[in-house]
């Protein structure tokens, strides 16, 4: 197909199109043809717009100050020269009102004429309008304007987007039940007048049905309404005709009520109902900050009779807390050498504990070593006695059999007694020369589950390793495994009593990234609460007597809360086992208050 010889009917293009569209001729500037849509925007018919000229059409004075005449001949020069484009432009209505439009205007070949479309672009327009209003209302309260102020720029911006309209405000006092006008300047005066101390109710007008109902309501014939009854004269005499009234609430109070009037017969469409709702919801605002603000005046007005009350009543009440004061610095004061009192008790009756500690324990291994001594310095003067009658032989081997056996004696008890020194001195002391270094802790109890065997093995005790792969700590391994084995040893000496054996389950894994859980478990006998109130005190065993001196979880907790900067758990329960579980970072501490110092 040879889409160049297709010939273009420019009436049919007009007289199809949805839009308002003129064939402008440019000789003379006049109107060659039209649709009929055109004839609507301006309220003619096409034959009544067809041969005027085209500025009869539009609003002489334009936006920005340019006259109908100016903006056509820029823009025409425009499309001629092949850079057209949209722009508005606003054409007079047969009543004399404005429409603002968009216009493209497209030269029709071969012809010196133009085909000139046009949009309405009112609601935009009137959108745009009611967009920027509300900004600058809001701009007015955020300033503090006057309520009036507010409220008549309110009323001036709704009366913009709807023509004919007159719009008011009528606030509620108070009481609930009076009301005053506080805009409408576009209404008479008179008739706004009349309302002023009108009380609200059923059958009040539009306006005080509405506020006494809290709800919408739409009259479209006040002549005929029943709720104008009393009113409808005095409307009537304005010549107003529909009255559509909405409260202004906040949070369910009513603060007053907005109107919209005409003087014809009508109902709201949607965009009325929408301009109705802008405008309560921003007079609730204007209103409750005015409210707020003479709340706040009042308070301040009063500030400095409460300021006074408020420092006398303050003066007095310190004067009252200095005597309190007084009293209570007395009080403390006794308190705190009662106090010091105390502690000196308790820090010497634990003192007593531990002396009597260490006395028990050491009592034996030393008291039996002088017993082995004093015989054997015994037998040896009675040697010497023998020594100048001539010695037997007998008696020198008597004498060597028991000086061996009381070196036994003397060597096992001393023994005992140093392991017992060592032991305490591992209840509080340094640990800064104990080597710290990063080490797989999974490596470290495999390792220790050897001799651990062994002993169990005697013990009749089943060991089992239940041990994450990977494990990884930088901490302090010596004082770890010396925990780990003291737990262990608790168990085989105490869980399992009568030889009848069972088993320990060593276990541990990662809590979180920066946490570690070891615990030692076993099968056995279980603690009672009272022995498990008790189970980390020094010297405190249920085996005394049977080389258990009690000072084992005593070293063991030392160990865990201070070198290694963690805590010890235990769960158990008579008859059903204990679990002591350690708690420990990753990664040690730098430093330890009070931290043990362990030594092998």
Same mark, same amino acid.
């Given at each position: ?10 009436? =049919? ?17 006049? &109107? =060659? ?17 067809? !041969? &005027? ?11 920005? /100050? ?11 020069? @425009? ?16 009543? /004399? ?6 216009? +493209? ?18 609601? @935009? ?58 805009? !409408? ?32 309501? &739409? ?12 009113? @409808? ?5 304005? !010549? ?73 009543? +303050?003066?007095?009440?310190?004067? @009252? ?54 015989? +054997? ?22 004498? +060597? ?148 001196? /009690? ?50």
């Amino acid at each position: 197909m040879d889409f160049m010889s297709l010939q273009v009917n420019y009436h =049919a293009m007009a007289m199809l199109s949805p839009s308002p569209v003129i064939l402008l001729d440019l000789e003379n500037g006049r &109107i =060659a043809d039209v649709n009929r849509q055109a004839g609507a925007l301006w309220g003619r018919s096409p034959e009544q717009l067809i !041969g &005027i000229e085209l500025e009869q059409l539009g609003v002489p004075q334009q936006q920005g /100050g340019d006259s109908f005449a100016t903006v056509m001949a820029r823009q025409v020069a @425009r499309t001629l020269a092949g850079d057209g484009e949209l722009f508005r432009i606003d054409m007079r209505r047969a009543d /004399g009102g404005a429409t603002p439009c968009e216009v +493209l205007l497209v030269p029709i070949p071969g012809r010196h004429m133009l085909h000139m479309r046009l949009v309405d672009i009112s609601r @935009r327009v009137l959108a745009d309008q009611l967009r920027d209003g509300q900004a600058r209302l809001l701009e007015l309260i955020a300033r503090n304007a006057p309520l009036d102020e507010i409220l008549d720029s309110l009323m001036r911006l709704i009366e913009r987007q709807s023509a004919g309209v007159l719009c008011s405000v009528l606030l509620l006092d108070e009481d609930g039940k009076t009301v005053h006008p506080a805009a !409408g300047a576009s209404l008479p005066a008179a008739y706004s007048a009349a309302l002023d101390g009108v009380q609200i109710g059923p059958g009040v007008g539009s306006c005080g049905d509405a506020m006494y109902r809290s709800e919408l309501v &739409i009259v479209p014939d006040i002549q005929t309404d029943p709720r104008w009854r009393d009113y @409808r004269a005095l409307a009537g005499a304005h !010549g107003l005709r529909a009255c559509w009234s909405t409260p202004i609430l906040l949070e369910q109070q009513v603060l007053g009520s907005f109107a919209m009037y005409y003087r014809e017969v009508r109902s709201p469409g949607e965009d009325e109902l929408h301009l109705i709702a802008v405008a309560t919801h921003l007079a609730a605002i204007a209103i409750e900050r005015t409210r707020r603000e003479r709340e706040l005046a009042q308070h301040r007005e009063h500030l400095e009779e409460l300021v006074a009350a408020r420092t006398a009543e +303050l003066t007095a009440s310190m004067q @009252r807390a200095d005597q309190i004061n007084r009293e209570l610095s007395s009080a403390l004061e006794t308190l705190s050498l009662a106090q010091d009192e105390l502690v000196r008790r308790d820090k010497m009756a634990a003192l007593g504990a531990l002396v009597a500690g260490v006395a028990h324990e050491l009592n034996t291994p030393i008291g039996n070593s002088l017993v082995v001594a004093t015989s +054997l310095a015994e037998r040896t003067r009675t040697l010497q006695a023998n020594l100048a009658d001539g010695l037997r032989r007998s008696v020198l081997e008597r004498y +060597l059999a028991d000086a061996g056996e009381a070196g036994e004696l003397l060597s096992r008890n001393l023994k005992r007694a140093a392991t017992l020194v060592a032991g305490f001195k591992q209840i509080a002391v340094d640990h800064r020369n104990l080597e710290r270094r990063e080490f797989s802790l999974t490596g470290l109890l495999s390792d220790l589950a050897a001799p651990l065997r062994v002993a169990a093995k005697g013990a009749r005790v089943k060991l089992e390793l239940a041990l994450a792969d990977g494990l990884a700590m930088d901490s302090y391994p010596g004082p770890l495994s010396q925990v780990v084995t003291e737990l262990f040893e608790n168990c085989l000496a105490h869980a399992f009593p009568d030889g009848r054996g069972g088993g320990v389950r060593i276990a541990a894994a990662l809590r979180s990234r920066e946490l570690l859980a070891i615990s030692v478990e076993d099968d056995g006998d279980g603690m009672a609460p009272q022995v498990q109130a008790h189970v980390y005190d020094p010297f405190y065993t249920t085996r005394m007597g049977s080389g258990r001196s /009690g000072l084992g979880l005593h070293v063991a907790h030392n160990i865990v809360s201070g070198i290694l900067g963690g805590k010890i758990e235990l769960r158990s329960a008579a008859g059903e086992g204990a679990c002591f579980t350690l708690l420990l970072p990753v990664t040690a501490p730098a430093g330890v208050n009070a931290a043990a110092r362990v030594r092998p």
